[in-house]
């Protein structure tokens, strides 16, 4: 984190997303202060509290992109929101704390993952001799394991030791190269079987922080099966069991916390949604009271998890909306004095779309050119096309809703459904589209306005 400067991040995100420039810079100084809090003395560093943004634009302009790739590029726990689906307690909805808990579980989950990984190396190979004495059972572990006496004389013992060290070599080398993956095995698979319980209430038991699946999981006893199945998947089942129980959860789960609290990115999309002053009736009725239950959240508060409370003054909160009938500054006076960052962005346009379909490292021409090269057919976009496509989706944004980026989507399904279809049976393996392709299949639908809405 050091290493990435504000500069830094504006170039690492130019490379997914096409403008927006005071957005990046403004996310970047965001994740920068988080890291220079890190430096300062311990006595100021609980004082000082991130500086929340609120990112305002249609939809298809990049807000969500541009929080998700922020949290890939430092590696932090991130999750995403709707406020519309939050509601006061009564009404249909999730208790506003969820969205902690959700973080949390994430990263708990993301964190086991990480560890499983590293001790991959270490459960392979206890899986290993685990297989192997499977193959080569020893005998005297047999006979003592159905209660019988071993009667061998020393002499023989050493000798069937030795016997049995040279063929076990033999077995791991034929392990190796894959020669024993077909031959079956017995294994002992631990199942827990446990009744399916579900508890519906909009309180109480999410506030706790219990988890009814947890909880009696571990209340039902073990039920230990014994499965036939190929040497390969024995391999498998054991390195996974392994890497379970190699990993020390309690660790994970003081990381995860800390990260969670320290790093954690809750976005919060369609706060305008809530935005506006109470009608008193309908759905609008709890429009201020959601802003209510979401300000302890944002100002700071302690979260009850199954991990244990979670405290959430140092969580970077981003929030976005299209605020197309309501204005930041219909949201409750408190909620706004959390989010000091304001930022518009842009509208899209022809020029932007041409970017979009060719600049970035996911760019859509080379998603559909990836797609069809798997069916041995070569996809090739001239320019003229692409900037036929781009003015397509301009027009028709313009004429109708303006869903930003995503109108590209819907113009590229269209232009390569005929060509998606017949693949691989197409009589060109190399497929050129130029303009003239594109307003063949485009150019009846984008001059019909009713047919345009249906369509595209």
Do not use: C
């Amino acid at each position: 984190m050091k290493q990435l400067t504000p500069n830094q991040i504006v170039k690492e995100l130019d490379r997914y997303i096409i403008g927006q420039d005071q957005a990046k810079r403004s996310v970047a100084i965001a994740l920068r202060n988080r890291w220079r809090r890190q430096q300062v003395p311990a006595d100021l560093r609980d004082e000082i509290a991130p500086k929340n943004i609120i990112l305002i634009g249609p939809t298809g302009v990049g807000k969500t992109e541009i929080a998700r790739r922020l949290s890939k590029l430092a590696d932090a726990p991130f999750i995403k929101v709707e406020a519309s689906k939050f509601t006061e307690v009564g009404y249909v909805g999730r208790d506003v704390e969820s969205m902690v808990r959700d973080l949390v579980d994430l990263t708990v989950n993301h964190m086991k993952m990480l560890q499983q990984k590293a001790v991959t190396e270490k459960a392979e190979q206890v899986a290993e001799e685990r297989v192997l004495d499977l193959l080569l059972p020893d005998p005297a572990k047999r006979r003592t394991a159905a209660g019988l006496p071993y009667t061998g004389s020393g002499a023989e013992e050493q000798a069937s030791v030795e016997d049995r060290s040279s063929t076990r070599e033999k077995l791991r080398q034929m392990l190796r190269k894959g020669k024993l993956d077909d031959r079956y095995v017995e294994l002992d698979v631990t199942e827990r079987s446990m009744p399916f319980v579900e508890v519906f209430s909009n309180v109480g038991m999410e506030e706790l922080g219990i988890n009814f699946k947890d909880m009696l999981g571990n209340l039902m006893p073990k039920n230990v099966k014994r499965r036939k199945m190929k040497v390969a998947d024995a391999l498998q089942t054991l390195a996974s069991e392994e890497a379970q129980n190699l990993v020390d959860m309690d660790k994970v789960v003081e990381e995860a916390v800390a990260r969670v609290e320290q790093a954690g990115i809750i976005f919060l999309d369609e706060i305008d949604k809530i935005a506006g002053k109470t009608s008193g009736q309908g759905p609008d009725v709890s429009r201020e009271g959601v802003q209510r239950d979401l300000l302890p959240i944002v100002e700071g508060s302690t979260v009850n998890t199954k991990y244990g409370p979670v405290r959430t003054d140092h969580i970077l909160f981003i929030a976005a909306g299209a605020f197309h009938t309501v204005k930041p500054s219909d949201l409750i006076p408190e909620l706004q004095g959390r989010f000091p960052i304001r930022v518009e962005l842009s509208s899209l346009g022809a020029e932007q779309f041409v970017r979009i379909l060719t600049e970035p490292r996911n760019a859509l021409l080379l998603q559909y050119t990836a797609l069809l090269r798997v069916d041995n057919v070569e996809l090739v976009f001239e320019d003229d096309a692409v900037v036929r496509i781009a003015q397509i989706a301009e027009q028709v944004n313009q004429r109708t809703e303006n869903i930003g980026a995503r109108r590209l989507h819907t113009l590229m399904e269209r232009l390569l459904e005929d060509l998606l279809f017949a693949a691989p049976a197409v009589d060109q393996p190399r497929m050129v589209i130029d303009s003239a392709y594109v307003d063949q299949k485009l150019g009846k639908i984008t001059e019909d306005e009713d047919l345009s809405r249906y369509i595209l």
